[in-house]
């Protein structure tokens, strides 16, 4: 993935609105006006919401005549978690790290408490 479509990708994923409507389309495809009706906006806002989707290439839209339904396009998601597997990775060595230091720190409480 380059850099530039991780950048689009979380730019779309930085706006509740957009999350919320990626979160609909993973129970499979919908028309605008099924995405739209939660919202408390005009049809042209949730359009410029769908229309950074579709840039980002979360979503992808179709027509069937006067039919446009969206649906999910998880690919730049993958590629998010790939991305950030090299951080989960750290994160996940940092704790074990952590644990150790604090069961060593046990270790010796109780061995200063058990010898007085």
């Not at 979160?23 to 359009?47: H, N, Q, R, Y």
């Not at 109780?110 to 007085?116: A, H, K, P, Q, T």
Request: net charge negative.
């Amino acid at each position: 993935m380059s850099s530039d479509q991780l950048s689009n990708t979380f730019s779309a994923l930085a706006d509740p609105t957009r999350r919320a409507i990626l979160a609909k389309l993973t129970t499979g495809e919908k028309t605008v006006s099924d995405l739209a009706e939660p919202f408390d906006m005009t049809m042209p806002a949730i359009t410029k919401h769908l229309k950074v989707l579709e840039k980002a290439h979360l979503i992808e839209r179709s027509k069937q005549a006067q039919y446009r339904p969206c649906k999910l396009h998880p690919e730049p998601l993958k590629d998010i978690d790939e991305w950030m597997e090299q951080y989960r990775q750290f994160f996940e060595a940092s704790f074990d790290r952590l644990d150790d230091y604090l069961q060593q720190l046990q270790s010796k409480s109780e061995d200063i408490n058990g010898n007085e």
